[in-house]
């Protein structure tokens, strides 16, 4: 439960310093063993969660996303911390008659929670907005609507450096037209230069802030939320939990889908349990965020998973022992990223495995991930460079292939991941992107009559079978033919064959 990854920044002595801080302020909230509202843990349980979950976001600077270097808008752990504490116990974080948020504020994981406290927001509007946006989500039947942040503005390139902003004159209008922002909530006004979230809501944005909005808005009422970003475009990502306590991510004011979905501001820090952050990882990787999520809704068997990696590293001198570990750590968790990543270490450094034993992983890890095609794919491109010969070179590209065509009809009745509709995104999209041709022929042109060989297979030596007769499953039908490396690597058919 308290498993939070790396701090952010990597700063593990800023990290020890806000959880001491925040320890001195509040140290007997640690220790309440009274039940929270929902009776899902123990209020201290929860109060150790946003405190470690602080202590981690907050090593690199958290502030809101306008003017984050303003001394004003950056965001103190401790003070953040007493401000989401009281939006939970004053039942702030209440959305309708039928949703509260604080059910599943009292359940997130340390990683879950993290994508609450890091929101991109400055501590003094947090309760302002989200006590402004209540009112409008109360007063209205699309009460999704107006969590969104859509109806509060207008599409339009932002100046947040109007004066208007500033003139004493107009302080007690827009207190009033943004319902006691200063005189209730005591949001600073009147200081030249410096931004606030109410002006992005009264002049307008574009995509960027629009959606940053849109994180905001969740932010303030307890739900993990953050920036992605698409070609051209920003939207963001919100997270929902359903009744049995499993957790989801959603996308809002997109141009498309997840497939061409990437990441930017805090997921650009650290994406949730580390995954999708390695150096790996290329592509659009924003839908690392759903891995990780299954990963998450399976906490008991993570936290066992990663115990179990933790011991790997004391056996780097017994390679089998290492091997074996992984594998274990694999049993607890199949979807387990850093498992997989740790046996193809494990394999680099053994120089007895095969180009078939690397193959088999290959195999192994595409069937356990077909239901993630980025982690799938850039995982099993790390094993491409050793499929050095045309067998297992055109096996591969045929099994990468294979699962992607797998997550491309995936049916949204399908038990093997929470978001079916995700997997077929992300896999028709690198479906697009891969070059799987094993051979061209085409009738006319430079190349007319000539079967040619895909490029990837210009610089080895290579044995083929070919058929054009359509007849496959006879064993006469096939046609054996070879190249050598650096022979050029056409056929020509003869035209008695051709036709």
């Not at 996303?65 to 808008?73: L, V, Y």
């Not at 949204?412 to 896999?427: D, F, G, I, L, M």
Request: proline residues 4%; hydrophobic residues 35%.
């Amino acid at each position: 439960m308290y498993f939070g990854g790396y701090p952010d920044g990597k700063n593990y002595m800023k990290s020890i310093i806000i959880l001491s801080n925040l320890r001195a302020n509040y140290a007997n909230d640690f220790t309440i063993q009274e039940k929270t509202k929902y009776e899902t843990t123990t209020l201290g349980n929860l109060y150790k969660r946003m405190a470690v979950s602080l202590s981690l976001t907050h090593t690199v600077d958290v502030a809101l996303w306008m003017q984050p270097g303003a001394a004003e808008n950056k965001s103190d752990p401790v003070r953040r911390y007493q401000i989401y504490k009281d939006l939970y116990n004053n039942g702030n974080m209440r959305f309708t008659d039928q949703i509260d948020f604080a059910k599943w504020f009292e359940q997130y994981t340390t990683e879950e929670m993290r994508y609450v406290m890091n929101c991109i927001i400055d501590d003094q509007e947090i309760l302002w907005l989200n006590e402004y946006t209540q009112s409008f989500i109360d007063a209205n039947s699309n009460k999704m609507w107006y969590l969104s942040p859509h109806p509060y503005m207008k599409y339009i390139w932002p100046n947040y450096n109007k004066p208007q902003y500033w003139d004493e004159k107009n302080k007690e209008a827009y207190d009033e037209k943004y319902k006691g922002i200063f005189s209730k909530y005591g949001v600073e006004y009147g200081k030249p230069g410096v931004y606030k979230l109410w002006m992005n809501i009264e002049g307008g944005a574009v995509c960027g802030g629009i959606s940053k909005q849109g994180a905001c808005n969740r932010g303030a009422h307890g739900v993990p939320a953050t920036v992605v970003g698409q070609p051209g475009h920003a939207a963001f990502a919100y997270y929902s939990m359903n009744d049995a306590g499993d957790g989801a991510w959603t996308l809002n004011n997109v141009i498309t889908n997840w497939g061409q979905t990437g990441k930017t501001e805090r997921l650009g820090v650290r994406m949730p349990l580390g995954w999708g952050s390695d150096s790996y990882v290329s592509g659009y990787a924003a839908s690392y965020l759903l891995l990780s999520q299954a990963a998450m809704n399976q906490e008991e068997a993570y936290e066992e998973s990663e115990k179990v990696i933790m011991t790997a590293n004391l056996y780097k001198n017994d390679l089998a022992k290492q091997e074996e570990i992984y594998r274990k750590a694999l049993q607890e968790l199949p979807i387990n990223v850093d498992a997989w990543y740790g046996l193809i270490n494990n394999y680099n450094a053994n120089e007895s495995k095969t180009e078939e034993d690397w193959y088999q992983l290959a195999e192994e890890m595409a069937e356990s991930l077909r239901c993630y095609p980025l982690p799938m794919y850039n995982l099993t491109n790390l094993i491409k460079p050793k499929l050095t010969s045309s067998e297992y070179s055109a096996q591969f590209v045929i099994l990468q292939k294979r699962i992607l065509e797998y997550g491309k009809v995936l049916p949204n009745n399908s038990k093997e991941t929470y978001q079916p509709s995700v997997t077929r995104e992300v896999a028709t999209y690198l479906l697009g992107q891969l070059d799987s041709s094993i051979a061209t022929f085409s009738f006319d042109g430079e190349d007319a009559g000539k079967i040619v060989l895909a490029n990837r297979f210009n610089e080895m030596g290579i044995r083929w079978d070919y058929c054009i007769n359509g007849d496959t499953q006879n064993p006469d039908s096939w046609k054996e033919h070879s190249f050598e490396a650096g022979e050029e690597h056409k056929w020509q058919l003869t035209r008695r064959r051709i036709s």
